[in-house]
């Protein structure tokens, strides 16, 4: 039972447009989210999180939405660099310190 | 500030052998986690560790994992036997906030 999904196996996009990655969960009881980057080769790294308390966090050039109601977060990248191009994971988790439970991952790729 | 420390980096065993992993986690984080990341999937938690306590290992297949934490701080995890649809990057991760840090992983074949 997938309780976080990504939908978009890929996205490719321009560089210094916008990237939008999707999130959607299932479990209402969810309250805490973060962005993981990952490169090949190498474990995911942390990128931006936001809690149910808040609906947007912003982090430089990245920015995260959350739309409870819906059950849905984004993960905004602006302007898109070429660096910028790897898998990113959405995860979720209830109550800070349980298991988090992670999304199947987007490959962003930015194109020069 | 080091990382988190996985060894081996790539294994590739025949199928009913037995294989052990290693982590060490950032120094002071409480928790630790193993995750098995299948070919185009996203990390599955395997089990949680708070200090040399379990918290969580209902995803552990138990007849053939086992984990360990010693003192607190490493920990093992161990697969006996193999089977070919073990064939996964085990990632190790530490915490000592809901931010969790992860090491390279472990890229596993299974023959």
Redesign the interface.
């Known amino acids: 039972d997938q309780q976080?999904k990504?939908n978009s196996p890929s996205l490719s996009v321009q560089e210094g447009r916008i990237s939008i990655l999707n999130c959607d969960y299932t479990n209402s009881m969810f309250d805490?989210f973060?962005w993981?980057k990952k490169y090949p080769?190498?474990?995911?790294?942390?990128l931006i999180?936001i809690s149910s308390i808040k609906d947007k966090n912003e982090d430089g050039r990245f920015t995260v939405f959350l739309n409870k109601s819906a059950k849905h977060l984004s993960l905004h990248i602006v302007p898109s660099q070429p660096g910028d191009s790897a898998v990113y994971?959405c995860?979720a988790?209830a109550n800070?310190?349980?298991?988090?439970y992670?999304?199947?991952?987007t490959s962003l790729t930015v194109i020069p | 500030e080091a990382g988190v420390a996985q060894s081996p980096r790539y294994k590739i065993i025949e199928k009913r052998q037995s294989v052990a992993f290693w982590c060490n986690p950032i120094s002071g984080h409480a928790t630790l986690y193993w995750y098995q990341q299948i070919l185009g999937q996203g990390p599955k938690l395997l089990i949680q560790f708070q200090n040399n306590g379990v918290v969580d290992d209902s995803q552990l297949p138990k007849d053939r994992f086992s984990a360990e934490r010693l003192k607190g701080v490493d920990s093992t995890l161990k697969i006996q036997p193999a089977k070919l649809e073990d064939s996964a990057v085990y990632l190790c991760a530490s915490s000592s906030s809901p931010r969790q840090y992860f090491g390279p992983g472990t890229r596993l074949t299974v023959t």
């Open positions: 976080v990504q805490y973060l993981y080769a190498e474990g995911p790294t942390f999180s994971f995860a988790s800070t310190g349980n298991q988090f992670f999304g199947t991952g």
